[in-house]
Nanobody
């Protein structure tokens, strides 16, 4: 079974930067895409960024221009580079993999943007 391991979360000041990593292991048969989603306290789990097998990228409206999703196929890892971070970026960030017939989520990593 495929497993996702997120890392890189933590505390950052407004205007700062953070890079999250999602390492994939296990059976990736049928993979269509991977992505990052986030959930603020009391909020919904919203799109941050996705990247398809073909390399197509999609970003949530609130983060466009400030985040970049990238991949390293040799390492089976997807990255989320976040710049000029804002307090509203605070939340629990989850990595996800779309296997065509099912979705698998990582355990998540906390990101807090505060002075």
């Amino acid at each position: 079974q495929v497993q996702l391991e997120e890392s890189g979360g933590g505390l950052v000041q407004p205007g700062g930067s953070l890079r999250l990593s999602c390492a994939v292991s296990g059976n990736m048969k049928g993979i269509n895409a991977m992505g990052w989603f986030r959930q603020a306290p009391g909020g919904r789990r919203d799109l941050v960024a996705t990247i398809t097998v073909a390399g197509r990228r999609n970003y949530g409206d609130s983060v466009k221009g400030r985040v970049t999703i990238a991949r390293d196929n040799a390492k089976n890892t997807v990255y989320l580079q976040m710049n000029n971070m804002k307090p509203e970026d605070t939340g629990f960030y989850y990595c996800n993999i779309d296997l065509g017939t099912t979705f698998t989520w990582g355990q998540g990593t906390q990101v807090t943007v505060s002075s």
